[in-house]
């Protein structure tokens, strides 16, 4: 929602480019997330789990209202670039437009590169490290504070061109735009396997397929496709709680 609001400032506000407007709104997210893991959580370190995630409960109501104190709950208009938009015409009568390519390509690439940097370099390493064990990875000189803000900041990162990617394909922008994709974001991480990157995006594949083919075989049902996500939530904690690449952990709450 961040970067989204970021782009509709920089392109319809200042009249930037959007591409310059694109890569503002990243750092700007970016910065965002770093204090919010310095505000939020960094104080929780040594708390139960259970207290991050009320923080993080907390924090996402704060940002939500927050925003709508500030830019309003009235939505926004977004620009969408012309070359984004452009229809593609082939030989078999299909149009495509160059933003319906993009999404998917940039989803995949990021991904593949988020799944580089945990596996083929040291901080990823450490991430990985530290989500099965804080005190050790410490001990082991690793600088933990920086580590999880590296984290954060990669986080948020990616959500914002989440958020740009989104307020492009629907154009507009307001205060609980993320509220729907983050919760199936959540179902498709637990769909996945918490803690599996290759899991979550097998996971949001799956969900999304699962909607639409729900719309297209009940076309009846379409005002509550939301609900066979939830549907399918339910079924994956009742048959397999880790989920589908998902390992079974021990946690201490």
């Known amino acids: 929602m961040l970067g989204a609001y970021f782009v509709y400032f920089a392109t319809i506000v200042y009249k930037l480019n959007w591409f310059v407007g694109v890569i503002?709104?990243?750092i700007l997210t970016t910065i965002c997330g770093l204090l919010v893991d310095r505000i939020a959580y960094k104080p929780l370190?040594?708390?139960?789990?259970i207290?991050?995630?009320?923080?993080?409960?907390g924090v996402s109501f704060f940002i939500e209202n927050f925003a709508v104190v500030v830019f309003t709950g009235m939505p926004r208009p977004v620009v969408q670039p012309p070359i984004l938009m452009k229809p593609i015409e082939f030989e078999n009568g299909v149009r495509l437009i160059p933003l319906g390519i993009l999404v998917p390509v940039v989803a995949f690439v990021l991904v593949g590169a988020l799944l580089w940097l945990l596996y083929r370099t040291k901080p990823g390493l450490a991430m990985r490290a530290?989500?099965?064990?804080?005190?050790?990875?410490r001990m082991m000189g690793v600088s933990v504070n920086k580590i999880i803000a590296l984290a954060f900041g990669l986080g948020s990162a990616l959500a914002?061109?989440?958020g740009i990617m989104w307020a492009l394909r629907y154009p507009r922008v307001e205060p609980f735009m993320g509220m729907t994709p983050g919760i199936k974001a959540f179902i498709a991480a637990v769909f996945g396997g918490i803690g599996s990157v290759p899991g979550a995006m097998?996971?949001?594949?799956?969900l999304g397929f699962v909607e639409i083919m729900s719309v297209a075989f009940f076309p009846t049902l379409s005002g509550y496709k939301d609900a066979f996500a939830f549907l399918l939530l339910i079924l994956i904690l009742l048959f397999r709680?880790?989920?589908l690449l998902g390992e079974k952990l021990e946690d201490k709450i």
């Open 24 to 26: 503002i709104a990243i």
């Open 45 to 49: 370190r040594e708390a139960p789990r």
């Open 51 to 57: 207290s991050a995630l009320i923080s993080a409960i």
């Open 130 to 137: 530290i989500s099965f064990d804080i005190e050790t990875t």
């Open 160 to 162: 914002a061109v989440a």
């Open 202 to 206: 097998i996971g949001g594949l799956i």
């Open 241 to 243: 709680p880790t989920g």
